[in-house]
Nanobody, 124 residues
Framework: QVNLVESGGGLVQAGGSLRLSCAAS????????MGWFRQAPGKEREFVAA????????YYRDSVKGRFTISRDNAKNTMYLQMNSLKPEDTAVYYC?????????????????WGQGTPVTVSS
């Protein structure tokens, strides 16, 4: 069992930055990928970024490439999402999630553990 707790969401003006954190506890993260998903009002949840816990390999959706950076601190069992140049369309509840090896990192259904979400609002 892996417990995930997000933090760092809030209200920011367009062009601003936020850093989300996801603290993991309760289980080993070896052989896992951790990811960020988001769900905007009235829309389906979508993939944002993912990282291999062991190798650090990263994956991004096209619309955030060059603006968002996913990283992890193995010693702290914490994953981060640095979000720069934020746009109003980035407004959503952001969720962190964890999956074991196997299956696409882009597919929501492959993730077994989820946090409760943290809201991000970008004003224009």
């Amino acid at each position: 069992q892996v417990n995930l707790v997000e933090s760092g969401g809030g209200l920011v003006q367009a062009g601003g930055s936020l850093r989300l954190s996801c603290a993991a506890s309760g289980g080993s993260l070896t052989r896992t990928y951790m990811g960020w998903f988001r769900q905007a009002p009235g829309k389906e949840r979508e993939f944002v970024a993912a990282i291999s816990w062991s190798s650090g390999s990263t994956y991004y959706r096209d619309s955030v490439k060059g603006r968002f950076t996913i990283s992890r601190d193995n010693a702290k069992n914490t994953m981060y999402l640095q979000m720069n140049s934020l746009k109003p369309e980035d407004t959503a509840v952001y969720y962190c999630a964890a999956k074991y090896y196997g299956g696409s990192v882009y597919r929501e259904s492959n993730y077994k553990y989820w946090g409760q979400g943290t809201p991000v609002t970008v004003s224009s």
